[in-house]
Antibody
Framework: QVQLQESGPGLVKPSETLSLTCTVSGGSISSYYWSWIRQPPGKGLEWIGFIFSSGSTNYNPSLTSRVTVSADTSKNQFSLKLSSVTAADTAVYYC????????????WGQGTLVTVSS | SYVLTQPPSVSVAPGQTARITCGGNNIGSKSVHWYQQKPGQAPVLAVFDDDDRPSGIPERFSGSNSGNTATLTISRVEAGDEADYYCQVWDSSADHPDVVFGEGTKLTVL
């Protein structure tokens, strides 16, 4: 059973870069699609982007200018960087796994709250 | 970009059947996935590929998808089914695959 765990600062200042890491255990990140998804307080889910096992990425068009997703296979981790954050980026951030293209996000991390505030 | 439309809320009495819809242009041509999210918890996959259930999800949960509407059906609703439900598809209309979520539906058990 694969497990995912998000980690990173819980507080980020406006205009700075949000950085999170998802550590995967029980399975290799060298396969599958790995997504970042966020949920502002009291609102719905928003897909941020994914990285495929080959290293290719794709991002939500509304965030693509500020987002980078990368992977470190030696640590079995993948990461999210979101630049120039504002209060609107305050959310619970989840990492998740899809078994293939068009597949559901079958496995999720517990989520981590990131607050953007000075 | 592709848009999925869900009703904000659905209410049902215990023991009755809840139906939550997810509308999208020709959604019947896509695989639809449904997630259940309880307060303070991460989403859990409830139905995938329109009508399949992961292990551990009760048979009371089922799905269908045709035309412009996908539906999550919960039979014999229990108090523990009260949660937010999200539909999700992959959209490749812009020559790169995007993951799209509906806005979510709050299921209230009366």
């Amino acid at each position: 059973q694969v497990q995912l765990q998000e980690s990173g600062p819980g507080l980020v200042k406006p205009s700075e870069t949000l950085s999170l890491t998802c550590t995967v255990s029980g399975g290799s990140i060298s396969s599958y699609y790995w997504s970042w998804i966020r949920q502002p307080p009291g609102k719905g889910l928003e897909w941020i982007g994914f990285i495929f096992s080959s290293g290719s990425t794709n991002y939500n068009p509304s965030l693509t200018s500020r987002v980078t997703v990368s992977a470190d296979t030696s640590k079995n981790q993948f990461s999210l960087k979101l630049s120039s954050v504002t209060a609107a980026d305050t959310a619970v951030y989840y990492c998740a796994r899809h078994l293939s293209y068009i597949a559901a996000a079958r496995d999720w991390g517990q989520g981590t709250l990131v607050t953007v505030s000075s | 970009s592709y848009v999925l439309t869900q009703p904000p809320s659905v209410s049902v009495a215990p023991g009755q059947t809840a139906r939550i819809t997810c509308g999208g242009n020709n959604i019947g041509s896509k695989s639809v996935h449904w997630y259940q999210q309880k307060p303070g918890q991460a989403p859990v996959l409830a139905v995938f590929d329109d009508d399949d259930r992961p292990s551990g999800i009760p048979e009371r949960f089922s799905g269908s998808n045709s035309g412009n509407t996908a539906t999550l059906t919960i039979s014999r609703v229990e108090a523990g089914d009260e949660a937010d439900y999200y539909c999700q598809v992959w959209d490749s209309s812009a020559d790169h695959p995007d993951v799209v979520f509906g806005e979510g539906t709050k299921l209230t058990v009366l």
